[in-house]
């Protein structure tokens, strides 16, 4: 469904939650977890401070910059993105291929064109 502003917030808190669950491998921690009964293992997994890329600096994805979580380790793509409004977000703009290769982590927040699947 294609409900323009109806559930920005929503939709970048999932993004995000979702992303850093991977990054902190929770979903592995808690089946091995859940396997030992309970009985938590002394890894403490790697560290959050990883550099999150963010493709399509729409709504979504610009409520998902203020986190405070991920402030200093966001870079974003986005051509149609101003570099002012990439200031006020406090966000670097790279080029594509740059943030692939810096970005430890990536979320797109992209529409499904022609434009987007080549």
Do not use: F
Not at 6 to 11: E, I, K, W
């Amino acid at each position: 469904m294609n409900a323009p502003g109806a559930n920005t917030v929503s939709a970048a808190e999932h993004a995000m939650g979702l992303l850093l669950a991977q990054a902190r491998h929770i979903p592995w921690r808690r089946r091995r977890c859940a396997a030992a009964n309970g009985i938590a293992s002394g890894s403490r997994g790697p560290s959050s401070a990883q550099d999150i890329g963010i493709v399509g600096l729409g709504a979504s994805a610009a409520t998902s910059r203020s986190s405070p979580r991920v402030r200093d380790a966001v870079v974003g793509h986005d051509p149609y993105l101003s570099p002012e409004r990439a200031a006020e977000l406090q966000l670097k703009l790279l080029p594509l291929d740059q943030l692939l290769g810096q970005a430890d982590v990536v979320t797109l927040h992209v529409a499904h064109t022609e434009q987007t699947i080549t």
